[in-house]
C-alpha cells in the first residue's frame, strides 16, 4: 500500500493524531515569526502581545512530543493547545479593543480597519489550538 492510500485510509477511519500533532508543531513557528513581527511594528505596547510568543516553545515540543508518542498527544498537546486558543480569543478581544481605542474608533472604518490591529488575525492561533485539542480525541494511526 503506497504512503498516500495509507494515509487516505487513515483519515477516513478518523486515524489522525500523528498528522494532526506534526501540523500543530509545524505550523506555530511560523506563526510566532509573524506575530513577532507585527507585534514589533506595535513597539510590544501591551503586555498580551508577549503571550502567543512565550507559548510558542511549549506548543512546538508538546506537538513534537505527540507525533512520537500517543501519551504526549493526549495529554500535554492538548493542555498547551486550549491554553494557545485561549489566548487567541483574548487576542481577538483585545485587537478590537486597540482598533476602538484608535482616534475616530469604528466610525473610521477605513482608515483604523486598515492601519489598527488586524481584527481576526488572533484567529488563527484558535485554529492552531484547536488542532492540537483535536489530536488527543482522534484515533493514532496504524
Known amino acids: 500500500m503506497s504512503l498516500l492510500t495509507r494515509a487516505l485510509v487513515n483519515v477516513r477511519e ?3 493524531q500523528k498528522l494532526l500533532s506534526a501540523t500543530t508543531a509545524l505550523s506555530v513557528p511560523p506563526l510566532a515569526f509573524e ?3 507585527e507585534h514589533y511594528k ?12 512565550l507559548l510558542t516553545p511549549p506548543l512546538t515540543a508538546a506537538g513534537v512530543a505527540g507525533y512520537f508518542s500517543e501519551k504526549a498527544a493526549r495529554t500535554w498537546l492538548p ?10 480569543a483574548i ?3 483585545t485587537h478590537i479593543r486597540g482598533v ?5 474608533g469604528f466610525s473610521e472604518p477605513t482608515y483604523n480597519l486598515a492601519m489598527g490591529p488586524p481584527l481576526f488575525a488572533p484567529g488563527s492561533l484558535c485554529l492552531v489550538g484547536m ?3 483535536l ?3 482522534v484515533k493514532r494511526e496504524k
Open 131 to 133: 488542532l492540537g485539542v
Open 135 to 137: 489530536a488527543a480525541v
Open 35 to 37: 506575530i513577532y513581527y
Open 14 to 16: 478518523g486515524r489522525m
Open 91 to 93: 487576542g481577538v478581544v
Open 42 to 53: 506595535g513597539s510590544f505596547g501591551d503586555k498580551w502581545m508577549w503571550t502567543p510568543l
Open 79 to 88: 493542555a498547551v493547545s486550549a491554553l494557545y486558543a485561549l489566548d487567541g
Open 100 to 104: 476602538q481605542k484608535r482616534p475616530g
